[in-house]
């Protein structure tokens, strides 16, 4: 049964927080939804997997059930996930850069199938996996970012037909880790294309020795969505409630401020998903109090 927004602190004003549904894979989609906006975010991330919407699966019907449902509980969408694949692999694979043309295709329809999602949904953004792990494939890095080029190339029509803007989000023991090499790659093949651009995970650059802030700042043009969560001293890629780790979240929202930001900041704690709806509280409540 749906109820009223909590009693949870009052977000800074200008302050445009979400959280993803990555985290509640315990809970249908709608619970998901209603957990998210009853804690007082403004806006939700959908996971484009199973078990909440899987687009290849969420159907017609669905899609207008869950716009409802967004817009009754006065939430946004502020970003279609479409990183991972369980409905068909794991986290990972299917990836971009398989050998196996096939494999590269199922990551290509499903990447098409969330942007169609997205449109339906009334979002505009769209993450995505930055190639996939090199480890053991036996590609150089040229040969790998050809191939993730060649896939976007399928994809990015339909994108700039539905005012789609693809995602690509550096992460540690991908093709792409860090934002130099999210440069490199869309300076050499996507230089004057807005459609894409890059999502800002702050923890995933923090991991690869980068200061978010700075590439913030230095990045302005590019950042089209951002995921927040908190990284230990230590540097490795676990995702962590905000206050958990050692990020500093006040320096991150100042770049926002200063790059005149005016998109969503996404919390982003997927493997938490036996304790979703604690940790998307405790991560509002430390993040609200932050200015």
Not at 142 to 150: I, N
Not at 159 to 166: H, Q, V
Request: proline share 5%; net charge negative; aromatic share 8%.
């Amino acid at each position: 049964m749906w109820s009223e927004r909590g009693d949870g602190p009052t977000m800074p004003a200008g302050m445009k927080l979400a959280f993803s549904t990555n985290a509640f894979k315990q809970n249908r989609v709608d619970e998901a939804v209603d957990e998210i906006a009853r804690i007082g975010y403004g806006a939700v991330e959908i996971m484009a997997d199973v078990p909440h919407a899987d687009p290849r699966a969420f159907g017609r019907e669905d899609r207008a059930k869950l716009r409802a449902q967004i817009a009754e509980r006065k939430l946004a969408v502020s970003n279609v996930n479409a990183f991972t694949l369980f409905a068909c692999g794991d986290t990972y694979h299917p990836t971009w850069i398989e050998h196996d043309p096939a494999k590269r295709q199922l990551r290509v329809e499903h990447t098409l199938a969330a942007i169609e999602l997205a449109a339906d949904i009334g979002c505009r953004t769209v993450s995505l996996q930055p190639g996939g792990p090199l480890i053991g494939m036996g590609l150089s890095t040229d040969e790998a970012a050809d191939r993730y080029a060649q896939g976007l190339h399928q994809v990015l029509p339909l994108a700039k037909k539905l005012n789609i803007t693809l995602g690509i989000e550096p992460e540690p023991g991908l093709m792409i880790q860090s934002a130099e090499e999210y440069v490199a790659f869309k300076n050499r093949y996507f230089r004057d294309e807005p459609a894409v651009r890059m999502n800002c995970d702050v923890g995933h650059l923090f991991c690869v020795g980068e200061d978010p802030a700075k590439v913030i700042r230095e990045m302005a043009d590019q950042v089209v969505h951002v995921h927040l969560e908190d990284i230990g001293d230590n540097r490795v890629h676990q995702h962590l409630t905000p206050g958990r780790g050692v990020i500093d979240f006040s320096s991150i929202f100042a770049a926002l401020r200063d790059i005149r930001y005016d998109g969503w900041m996404t919390v982003e704690l997927y493997p938490y998903e036996t304790s979703a709806a604690g940790v998307a509280r405790r991560a509002y409540e430390h993040l609200g109090k932050i200015h």
